[in-house]
């Protein structure tokens, strides 16, 4: 089978990241993508669920943000709370 070269741009701590995982995984980013497309092409579709984190929403961040804040800025009024066991 003929092979082609396909070259994309991506964030370098992405890329550190991933080769990391790759390797723990004992593959490398060649297989990794090749995996991905032969999934991709036989199901027609992405085969994975892509959705946004309500975590990392505007408002939440915002949220994040002010606590941050308040935190280094010493006003926060810090509690402690126990563990709860899902």
Same mark, same amino acid.
Do not use: W
């Given at each position: 089978?003929?092979?082609?070269?396909?070259?994309?741009?991506?964030?370098?701590?992405?890329?550190?990241?991933?080769? @990391?995982?790759? #390797?723990?995984?004992?593959?490398?980013?060649?297989?990794?993508?090749? *995996?991905?497309? %032969?999934?991709?092409?036989? /199901?027609?579709?992405?085969?994975?669920?892509?959705?946004?984190?309500?975590?990392?929403?505007?408002?939440?961040? @915002?949220?994040? #943000?002010?606590?941050?804040?308040?935190?280094?800025?010493?006003?926060? *009024?810090?509690? %402690?709370?126990?563990?709860? /066991?899902?």
């Amino acid at each position: 089978m003929a092979q082609a070269l396909v070259n994309f741009r991506m964030d370098e701590e992405l890329k550190k990241d991933m080769e @990391d995982t790759c #390797r723990d995984l004992g593959m490398n980013m060649t297989t990794a993508f090749t *995996i991905f497309a %032969k999934k991709m092409t036989r /199901e027609k579709r992405i085969p994975f669920e892509v959705s946004i984190d309500p975590f990392y929403s505007d408002g939440n961040m @915002d949220h994040l #943000r002010k606590i941050i804040k308040e935190i280094e800025s010493g006003d926060a *009024i810090l509690q %402690k709370h126990d563990l709860i /066991e899902d």
